[in-house]
C-alpha cells in the first residue's frame, strides 16, 4: 500500500493465528507494521469487530476458509479511516467492512489496523455507531439480505407470520429481533433450550422446537402455517418449511447445518407460487448492500445493544472462538479493538 513513511512505520497489535512444526493452529496477540498489511486503497484504525463462526474456523485451520498462515481472521470491522487512495473516501469517514475476503484470505478485523479495497468499504449511515454496525456484522447485514428480500416480494406485517430456523444462531437471532421489532409476527424454531428465553424477551410471538421441521413423509404439500420463511439450517429441514409454506409465500436461504441437500417436489412452487431465494451475503452488489444498510439504519433499527451478550478485549478472542465452536454461542460478541 503507498501510505506515508509515517503510517509504513507505524507498529499495532493483531491477533495472529500460526502453524505449529506439529501441525497444531496457535492464535495469540503479536506486533505488526502497517507495511505488513496487504496492499489496498484504505488504510483504517480498527475500533470494534465481532466473533463470527468463521473467524473459529479459520482460527484452527480449516483451509476451506483461510489458505494461508500466519493470519489474522475477523471477518468483520468498523472504524476510522486513517489514509486514503481514493476520492471516495477521506481521512476521518467512519466505515464498515462486512463480507468479500476480508479475514478470510485477507488480513482481517482482529487487528488495529486493517487494508483494503475501498470498494469493500461503506460508508457508516448517520444514526448507526460504530459499535452498532458491528453488532450488526455479517449475521446481521446476512438476515437483513433476507428481509429486504421479504418486503421486495410485498410481505408485510398483516401477511402472516415468518419462520426463522436455526434462531439461536447468530443470524437466526438477529433475524429474529429484526423482524419482531418491525412488526411481524415470528415463529422461532431452535434445537437449544437456552434460546427459548431469549428468544421471547427478543419479541418472538412463538417458540417451537426444530424437530416440528422434520417431517419424514414424502407428502408433496403440508399445511401452510407461514407467508415467509428463513432457513440457516437446510437439508430436510428446508424441504419441510418449503412444503408448509402458504400461497405465494417466500422462502429464503443461507445455511445448510442439517445438510446440503434438497429433496422436495415442484407442487410447493407450481401448486403455491413458493418462491426459493438463495443469500449469499459476503459478495452482495454495492448498490444494493448500501440499500440494505439504509433497511437496517430505518425499517429494522432498535436497539441493537439488547443483543451483545458479552464485549470483551483482543486477548480474550482466541478462548471465546474456542467456546463457539465447542459450545456454540447465544447473542452477540463483541470485540472493542
Not at 470491522?77 to 464498515?96: C, I, Q
Amino acid at each position: 500500500m503507498s501510505v506515508s513513511y509515517a503510517a509504513k512505520s507505524l507498529s499495532f497489535k493483531a491477533l495472529v493465528v500460526e502453524e505449529q512444526e506439529t501441525g497444531e493452529f496457535v492464535a495469540g496477540i503479536k506486533t505488526r507494521q502497517v507495511s505488513d498489511l496487504p496492499q489496498g486503497e484504505l488504510l483504517i484504525r480498527v475500533a470494534f469487530s465481532g466473533l463470527n463462526y468463521k473467524d473459529a474456523l479459520s482460527a484452527v485451520g480449516n483451509k476451506g476458509i483461510t489458505r494461508r498462515y500466519p493470519h489474522t481472521p475477523g471477518i468483520d470491522a468498523a472504524g476510522v479511516v486513517v489514509e486514503s487512495l481514493t476520492d471516495s473516501f477521506k481521512a476521518g469517514d467512519e466505515v464498515v467492512v462486512t463480507g468479500y475476503d476480508l479475514g478470510m484470505n485477507t488480513s482481517g478485523g482482529f487487528s488495529e489496523y486493517i487494508s483494503v479495497p475501498s470498494a469493500w468499504a461503506v460508508r457508516k449511515p448517520q444514526n448507526l455507531s460504530l459499535r452498532d454496525c458491528m453488532i450488526i456484522g455479517t449475521s446481521g447485514f446476512t438476515a437483513a439480505s433476507a428481509i429486504y428480500e421479504f418486503l421486495q416480494h410485498g410481505i408485510r406485517p398483516e401477511s402472516g407470520k415468518i419462520l426463522v430456523t436455526g434462531a439461536g444462531g447468530a443470524v437466526g437471532s438477529m433475524a429474529a429481533s429484526m423482524l419482531s421489532n418491525a412488526g411481524f409476527s415470528v415463529v422461532a424454531s431452535t434445537g437449544r433450550k437456552e434460546a427459548a428465553e431469549m428468544l421471547l424477551k427478543y419479541g418472538v410471538t412463538e417458540v417451537i422446537s426444530r424437530d416440528e421441521l422434520n417431517d419424514p413423509s414424502s407428502r408433496p404439500l403440508l399445511p401452510g402455517r407461514w407467508i415467509a420463511a428463513l432457513d440457516t439450517v437446510g437439508g430436510n429441514t428446508l424441504s419441510t418449511l418449503i412444503r408448509s409454506t402458504a400461497d405465494r409465500g417466500i422462502v429464503a436461504n443461507c445455511g445448510m447445518l442439517a445438510g446440503n441437500k434438497l429433496e422436495v417436489s415442484v407442487f410447493p412452487f407450481i401448486l403455491r407460487g413458493v418462491r426459493l431465494v438463495g443469500i449469499a451475503s459476503a459478495e452482495t452488489p454495492m448498490e444494493r448492500r448500501l440499500e440494505i444498510w439504509k433497511l437496517i439504519a430505518g425499517k429494522l433499527s432498535f436497539n441493537f445493544e439488547a443483543l451483545v451478550s458479552k464485549s470483551i478485549q483482543m486477548d480474550e478472542i482466541p478462548d471465546e472462538l474456542h467456546h463457539m465452536l465447542n459450545a456454540g454461542t447465544l447473542g452477540k460478541v463483541l470485540v472493542s479493538i
